[in-house]
């Protein structure tokens, strides 16, 4: 049984439940709109998640700022103290960079170890978020990018991707980090490619690597910069990134450094289409033989 008075830790802030409604938690997860979006939807009592480099428009610390917005005490561990998706490296190691004015209250320092400032958090009285505004749809379709039936989806956190989507190509706003150190965690299903934030790196380059543990799966995976598109959104990953990194299985495809998202998507699609297009000759081929 987990013991009930021991710190809430989470490598993921779409690890949240309804059962963690009015508690203090520290979620390795980035700290931009997304992540702050769903931690209020889940009804938390306070934040501590990573700033994730900051990176454009400071997207990085967009969700503290929304749920202090909404009177949630939330802060960020800085990505070089910790590494991002590693909530218990998070917890160890992490030192505060970023604290919101309801937090602060609460006595959160930047400075301060991640240890003590969720046990300051865990010692406060602490009120369920407030359900935030809605925002816009958090997943989409690209219609004029799709080609030969190869569709590229456009998500805000790769939590989003579903079994329909194996195959295709999934531009996200979650960082390129696996979770935990586990290499299965770096995506749920099998799509063709996918783009993620590189997180500004970080601490033992944990904001890229999601793209090593993707090789073995042959699934091809990019990193644009944090300081390219704002992490925590798709759109402006789609819009603005440029790839500063990514595994073998992209290069492979025609993914290279410095390529607009748009650029290497367009590399990935055609790629995918050739794929298909060379199993379905195979296929051909075989039933031709096996009639003869």
């Not at 749809?137 to 998500?155: L, P, S, W």
């Not at 299903?189 to 543990?213: E, K, N, Q, T, Y």
């Not at 598109?229 to 990134?241: E, H, P, Y």
Request: glycine share 12%; proline share 4%; with cysteine.
């Amino acid at each position: 049984m987990p013991d009930p008075n021991a710190p809430l830790i989470l490598d993921s802030v779409t690890h949240l439940t309804a059962e963690h409604r009015g508690l203090s938690a520290h979620c390795a997860s980035h700290g931009g709109i997304y992540a702050g979006y769903f931690a209020a939807r889940m009804g938390i009592g306070a934040v501590i998640l990573n700033d994730a480099g900051i990176g454009r428009e400071q997207a990085g610390l967009g969700g503290v700022a929304l749920l202090g917005r909404l009177g949630v005490p939330a802060a960020a561990v800085s990505h070089r103290s910790a590494r991002i998706g590693d909530g218990q490296d998070g917890h160890a190691r992490g030192i505060i960079s970023f604290a919101n004015a309801a937090a602060a209250k609460l006595g959160v320092r930047v400075g301060m170890s991640c240890r003590d400032a969720l046990a300051r958090l865990d010692a406060a009285t602490l009120a369920p978020a407030p359900e935030p505004p809605r925002q816009d749809e958090h997943r989409h379709e690209i219609a004029d990018a799709n080609m030969a039936g190869v569709k590229v989806i456009v998500m805000d956190s790769i939590s989003l991707v579903k079994p329909e989507d194996a195959g295709q190509i999934a531009v996200t706003g979650s960082h390129g980090g696996i979770l935990g150190g586990k290499p299965e965690s770096a995506i749920k299903h099998p799509v063709f490619a996918v783009v993620c934030s590189d997180a500004d790196r970080g601490i033992d380059d944990a904001g890229i690597s999601r793209l090593a543990a993707l090789d073995p799966r042959g699934i091809a995976a990019a990193c644009v910069s944090a300081f390219s598109a704002r992490i925590g959104d798709g759109q402006s990953i789609w819009d603005d990134g440029y790839v500063c990194a990514l595994n073998d299985t992209a290069k492979k495809h025609g993914g290279a450094i410095g390529q607009h998202a748009k650029e290497f998507v367009a590399a990935m699609i055609q790629a995918r289409v050739a794929e298909v297009r060379a199993a379905q000759i195979r296929l051909e081929r075989a039933k031709d033989k096996s009639s003869k």
